[in-house]
């Protein structure tokens, strides 16, 4: 009796653990901007953008930069120098 109850806390534990992984594996495939940063990037360190908008999967508009380092950084889209800085990055492609 002792033998089949350790089992089944055993079973217990490793069910909660499998469904904590299989959650966590999925959030990790979207992730959302969830602040905006303090530090305005200078657009030579920047090398592309994506926009994310809280009508879909996110809580809060953001512009996501990719910098040189690989770095996703998230902005607010209504500031002036993220504006200026999607201005340049879409220029830069369009002359490629």
Known sequence: MMCSSKNLLLAALMSVLLLHL??????SN??????????????????????????????????VFYTKKKLAVCADPKKNWVKKAVQILSHRVKKM
């Open 22 to 27: 299989c959650s966590k594996s999925e959030a």
């Open 30 to 63: 979207f992730d959302c901007c969830l602040r905006y940063t303090e530090h305005i990037l200078h657009p030579k360190y920047i090398v592309g953008f994506t926009q994310q908008l809280a009508n879909e999967a996110c809580d809060i508009n953001a512009v």
